[in-house]
């Protein structure tokens, strides 16, 4: 049975591994070995929304929504456990935490959401002591998150102690903002980097100077290079000690940053192509009967890893599984067919709010609808890819046949949701001060 390593990468661009002023060799060898897909598309903005649509197979908002997973969702973990792999899950990202009950199916589920409480397990500690402790903690970090080379530590040190079948997930944090100068760390530079990425990610993007536009491209470059190196690093280790070679490796963003291209930075915009837009390079053990290395040119969806990998190691699906799955196994594409399906689908519930944000992409088109105003855009994207000039008016049949594909996920939405009930969650302070850090209030 082969070994699975799924590592998503958080705010990860495509265009930025294809930027020839950013170095990625690591990333490069990766695709140079593999299948990588060019036209890869995510189901969310934002880490909630995609993530849920990559760990379950399932749209975002369906079933409950992203913010929570409700008790009857199965997901990735589950059908791996299930058919006899094992199971873990080693990141920093609050979205994605155990609060949120994203823990189904691991055995082992390490958070490290908070510095003196890495697997969110502490409980008789006083609250106020513990956040005052972990804040302290965080003014003496590098990253209000879990660098990737501890990360990469832990990840190895799994590996190293658990018997094989497995599977793996991470989530690399160090391109999310605040954006430090790679790993040229410094304090002067994490308190500039950090002030700079409030300033342009929630309070005053319309304020930011071109030379901190500038700075902030520049810095996102080097955390994107830093991260390549770590990641070369640790394909090392596992190579000298023969475990890359029965191991299907998936490297993928989750979504990823906006710079000024739609007047905001970060990725709480519409579903925009430099936000949705991502890179996927799944490379299968060299056994394996699949033509590689491709660079694979058809539209895919980050939905699609899920029933792709269950696909190649013969997973036996549960039935919820497969009643709930919207995605579908690449497989054939791989093979030369086309996908089985039109349209690609990205969608979140505003944080804190009540409204929905949708997208719909073909070739040709795409579609944006924001529900904070009722309000429809259309853009040509063969002859307007930058999204830059709203041509509904001028096709309103188009309109019209992405419209009946909202009311159909509108009606999605309403009907897979019907008596499912999500509860109330308390963040605690020390979480709440964590996803500030990170650009979330």
Known sequence: MTNVLFLVVDSLRYDTIHDPKISTPNIDKLAEEGISFSQCFAQGVSTAPSMTAMLTGRYPLDYGGHWYLEQGQPTMAEQFQANGYSTAAIHSNPNVSRLRNFHHGFDTFEENILPLDPDGLVNNVPDELLRYANKFARILQRTPYLPIEKVNDNLVEWIDTTEEPWFLWTQYMDVHGPYLPGDEFTYANKFRAERL?????????????????????????????????????????????????????????????????????????????????????????????????????????????????????????????????????????????????????????????????????????????????????????????????????????????????????????????????????????????????????
Request: charged share 35%.
């Open 197 to 441: 990425w409030r300033k342009a990610a929630v309070n005053a993007p319309e304020d930011i100077t071109s030379e901190e536009h500038d700075e902030l491209w520049t810095n996102y470059g080097k955390e994107v290079e830093y991260l390549d190196k770590e990641i070369g690093t640790f394909f090392d280790d596992l190579s000298v000690k023969g475990i890359l070679e029965d191991t299907i490796v998936i490297l993928v963003g989750d979504h990823g940053d906006e710079f000024n291209e739609h007047g905001k930075y970060g990725h709480g915009n519409l579903p925009y192509d430099e936000l949705i837009h991502v890179p996927l390079i799944v490379r299968f053990p060299e056994s394996a009967e699949i033509p590689q290395p491709t660079n694979n040119e058809e539209i895919v969806r980050a939905v699609d890893i899920l029933p792709t990998i269950l696909d190649f190691v013969d997973a036996d699906l549960s039935d919820e599984m497969d009643n709930r799955m919207e995605g579908e196994s690449l497989m054939p594409v791989l093979h030369g067919q086309e996908p089985g399906y039109d349209v690609v689908v990205t969608e979140k519930e505003m944080r804190g709010e009540d409204y929905l944000r949708f997208g719909f992409r073909t070739t040709e088109w795409k579609y944006l609808y924001d529900g904070k105003y009722e309000e429809g855009y259309l853009y040509d994207l063969q002859n307007d890819p930058e999204e830059s000039t709203d041509v509904a008016n001028e096709h309103p049949d188009v309109v019209d046949r992405f419209e009946t594909v909202l009311r159909d996920r509108l009606s999605s939405i309403e009907r897979t949701s019907e008596g499912i009930t999500i509860p109330d969650i308390e963040q605690g302070k020390g979480v709440e001060e964590r996803l500030e850090a990170l650009g979330y209030k």
